[in-house]
C-alpha cells in the first residue's frame, strides 16, 4: 500500500526566505504527483501537477521536482511571503485512479 | 464560475441517525471522489467514480455509500453514522483526459465538517 510522508510538519520563516518542503513515497509505481495548498476553512487548491514522464514543473515562485526512483518530490517557495501560510499536501496517483495524500506541512511565514 | 460544490457545510448530527452530503460540480467531469481528512492522516480517499453508474472503492469505504445517477451529482450517504466518523469531508472532481485520467488536475469542494455525537 501506498504511503505518502511530509517533512516537516511545520515550518515558520521570516519573510523573503527560500524554502523547500518535502515528499517522499513508498510505492514508484506512480502515475503523477500534485502539490496543494488548503487555507483555514477552505477547500485544497491545486498548485503544481508533475506527470511520472516529467522531473519538474514550475509555477511563478514554485518549482516542484519530482524522483520517482527515489519516491522523493520536493515543493520549492522562493521568496517567500506572509500569504504563502497555508499548509501545503501532496498528493500521489496510483492504480490508475486512487490517491494517496500525505498529512501536509504547515507553513508560517512571518512579516 | 466553474466549482464543486458541497452541502451541508457543517453537520452535527447523533450516532445512528442517517445522513447524506451532497456533492455537485458544473464543470462536466466525469471523474468525482470523496475524501475525509483527520488530524495527523491526511487526506484519505473513500470512494470514487469514473462515471455515471460507475463508482469503486477507495482506501476507507467502511460505513459509507454513494451514487452516481447524474453526472454532476456525487452523494455521500452514512447510513447509520458513527463518533468514529466524525470528520472533515471532501469532494472533488476531475475532468477526462489523455491517457485515461491521468494528466489532470483535481478540483475540491470547501469541505463538510461533520460531528456525530
Known amino acids: 500500500k501506498q504511503e505518502v510522508t511530509q517533512i516537516p510538519a511545520a515550518l515558520s520563516v521570516p519573510e523573503g526566505e527560500n524554502l523547500v518542503l518535502n515528499c517522499s513515497f513508498t510505492?514508484?509505481?506512480?502515475?503523477?504527483l500534485q502539490w496543494f495548498r488548503q487555507d483555514p476553512g477552505k477547500g485544497l487548491t491545486s498548485l503544481l501537477l508533475?506527470?511520472?514522464?516529467?522531473r519538474e514543473q514550475t509555477s511563478g515562485r514554485l518549482n516542484a521536482s519530482l524522483d520517482k526512483s527515489s519516491g522523493r518530490s520536493t515543493l520549492y517557495i522562493a521568496a517567500s511571503q506572509p500569504g504563502d501560510s497555508a499548509t501545503y499536501l501532496c498528493?500521489?496517483?496510483?492504480?490508475?485512479?486512487?490517491?494517496?495524500f500525505g498529512s501536509g506541512t504547515k507553513l508560517n511565514v512571518k512579516p | 464560475e466553474a466549482q464543486v460544490t458541497q452541502n451541508p457545510r457543517y453537520l452535527i448530527t447523533v450516532t445512528g441517525k442517517k445522513l447524506t452530503v451532497t456533492c455537485s460540480q458544473n464543470?462536466?467531469?466525469?471523474?468525482m471522489s470523496w475524501y475525509r481528512q483527520d488530524p495527523g492522516l491526511g487526506l484519505r480517499q473513500i470512494y470514487y467514480?469514473?462515471?455515471?453508474?460507475?463508482?469503486d472503492k477507495g482506501d476507507v469505504p467502511e460505513g459509507y455509500k454513494v451514487s452516481r445517477k447524474e453526472k454532476r451529482n456525487f452523494p455521500l450517504i452514512l447510513e447509520s453514522p458513527s463518533p468514529n466518523q466524525t470528520s472533515l469531508y471532501f469532494c472533488?472532481?476531475?475532468?477526462?483526459?489523455?491517457?485515461?485520467?491521468?494528466?489532470?488536475?483535481?478540483?475540491f469542494g470547501p469541505g463538510t465538517r461533520l460531528t456525530v455525537l
Open positions: 472533488a472532481s476531475r475532468p477526462p483526459g489523455l491517457g485515461a485520467f491521468i494528466d489532470n488536475e483535481q478540483f
Open positions: 510505492d514508484s509505481a506512480i502515475y503523477n
Open positions: 508533475i506527470q511520472s514522464s516529467q
Open positions: 498528493a500521489v496517483i496510483c492504480g490508475f485512479n486512487k490517491f494517496y
Open positions: 464543470m462536466n467531469h466525469e471523474y
Open positions: 467514480s469514473m462515471n455515471v453508474e460507475v463508482t
